[in-house]
């Protein structure tokens, strides 16, 4: 590394020298910049006044309802960039040049063939003071370099429109130019259009011939098919094999149906005989004259045996005459309906032997089908080629009538045309004399500027070297501050060695260590963690053994345990080096100190704990939410408003070993901020230790602002507070929703 001095490092630049050699140099510096500028103006004096048409065109696909085709769709609107691009290239093309450069006879122009009046071309000028001559080429290629210099042809932003640019020395020429590309370019377009529609008829025209003997080919060989293998059809387009085996199927099943309804009430009419049920409802039945005689018969005795009974007992000899002669007369009713329903098995007989012989039938046309069906497969074939044949073959005319019709009438539309034509320029369009003079004075005056500032610089007359400012060296022996003065507290003590209650094993890794060694250098933190757990745990009233470890509380404390030479906290109280493990060892990654007094207690833990882990090699980010010191950094107080980005507040300390985020420049967080907790979040996730501070508790604490973080919350209490008032404030912070809440005392702080 090269050594470089403290007077070279504190040297600036002396703006004053600077400005000076500015002020001397001001006239050379005008009289420059004038020069340039009237040299320029004669050099634009002498240059041809150049006036610009444009002519622009509308590339889309155009169609017109009356002689459009009926099958053929409407173009959609819209263009493709690709062909937008592809036009331009059209109309920049030699031959449509040259249509225009034929239409207005531009080879007898002097602007375009060459023979004076052209465009001012300083390199011409310069290949002519060195001699060079302009190699001789056709007039033809003359003109169209000329006219090509002359010309711009761009898209209008994301549209379809193409603008024609012509730029002449007479406006009415750059007018008709523009004019005659624009149409040079449409009529083109149409030739081109008309030309493929011709050339795609007379191919329709041949495809036509050809496929007319395809056609009558593929239907003659499907009637010879037909009449070979006996494959007629009769109505509705099916063969008489099929009508056959549909007829008898159908046949089958009527059988079937009557058979089955025989069978049916001839069993429920020996069923209601055995059952001794009256017969007389079933419709079969009840159509029997017999049974209807003997139904008469039997009602008209019953009628009459119900007169007698009035007057007779039902042992008197009429009546039993009169029931003798009803129980005859059901005795034949019964008869007769066995004898009905005789008559429908025979008429269920009868039908299952037509069901047979038609059964017989259908096999028979099945095997004669079965033939038929793989001759009607390869006949089904042939009237597929046949019908794909003529189908085409009625496609290609209906296309060649209508390719005809439009070559004949010229009706083909292309799909570009003129929108706007081009008119006469008023004003020139080149050269632009006041932007050049313009752009010509400000780099004149900005060159000349900037060469004075550079020589200066390179001269060294604008380089001031700095002045050390360093403190004597008696001012940094002085003592800061008088020991007599000083409270015995604020005596600087050498902190003693750690205190081990238990043995240490000396190949332990060091975060074993650590667990097993504690500070005990604090006697302040002693008496604390002695009052409080005097005054929240009580002592058991038991009698233990001189060997026995002491009981304090709940829990009894072991001799081997991690513990300070004094009580152990009691329940939700911890100590510095317990936490400051559970950090080293990753069982704590965010720790949220809330102040119970002072704010200054949380920072003086803080930094011992930022301390700690940087001593353990790990990152750590420092949030300061709750001192309410504003300074000249951007922090919480910004964020929350708005007013800095998230990479604005975050810092490096002034030893640049950890990262820190300040208060701010304001007075509060804004509450309705949901930045600051998203930060400490993703402060987690970047650094291994996150330290947060949120103030005093109370009204004016932030803490409510990250009550969504999943951290440790500690209570810092001072050596002159209350504990009585610090677990009223644990207290409160349990009620308020916080799952977990420990106390902690603050470090003694130690004259630097």
Sequence with gaps: MAFESQAVRDARIDVGAVLDAVVRRLPRIVMVTALLLAATFVILMFMPRLYESSASILVEARSNVYIRAANEQAPTSGGDAGAVSSQIELIKSRDTLLMVIDKLDLRSVSEFNGAGGGSFSPLAIISQLLGRKATPVSIDETVLNNLYDRLTVIQERDSNIISVLVRSTDPQRAADIANALANAHVTRRAELSLSDTAEASGWLRDEIAKLRISVTEAETAVANFKVDNDLFTGSNNTSLLDQQLSTIATQINAAQERKNTALSRAALIRGMIERSQPIDGVADVRESVVIQQLSQEKGRLQGEKAQRSATLLANHPTIQALTAQISELNNQISLEGRRVADALEAEAQIEADLEASLQ??????????????????????????????????????????????????????????????????????????????????????????????????????AIVPGHSTARPQDELD???????????????????????????????PAEEQSLQTVKAGRPEFQRFLQAFTNARTPVLPETVDAGAPEVRGPEPVSPAADVTAGPRPAPGLVTLSDLASDLVLGRTHLVILAAHRSTADCEVLAEELVSYALARGLSVALVDAGSARTGDEAGLTDLSANAASFGD??????DNSFAEVPWGQGREI????????????????????????????????????????????VLVAGDEDDLDAVAETRGRLLDAGFERCEVAAAPARVAA
């Design 478 to 508: 002085e003592v800061p501050f008088v020991a007599e003065e000083l409270e015995p507290g604020e005596l600087w003590q050498e902190p003693p060695a750690a205190i081990v209650t238990g043995p240490v094993d000396e190949a332990a």
């Design 649 to 654: 507040v975050v810092h490096k300390s002034a």
């Design 360 to 461: 017989a039938d259908l096999t028979r046309a099945k095997s004669s089908a079965s033939t038929a069906t793989q001759d009607t497969v390869a006949l089904d074939s042939l009237q597929r080629e046949a019908k794909a044949q003529r189908d085409l073959l009625e496609g290609y005319l209906q296309r060649y009538s209508e390719a005809i019709s439009r070559t004949d009438s010229n009706s083909a539309l292309p799909d570009v045309r003129v929108v706007s034509i081009a008119a006469p320029s008023v004003s020139p369009a080149s050269p632009k004399t006041q932007l050049i003079l313009l752009a010509v004075g400000i780099v004149a005056l900005a060159t000349q500027f900037g060469l004075i500032v550079f020589g200066e610089l390179i001269s060294g007359r």
């Design 670 to 713: 804004a509450r309705s901020s949901t930045k600051p907790l998203t930060l400490v979040e993703a402060l987690g996730d970047l650094y291994e230790v996150v330290v947060l501070m949120t103030g005093r508790v109370g009204a004016a604490s932030s803490l409510p602002l990250f009550d969504g973080l999943d951290g440790r919350l």
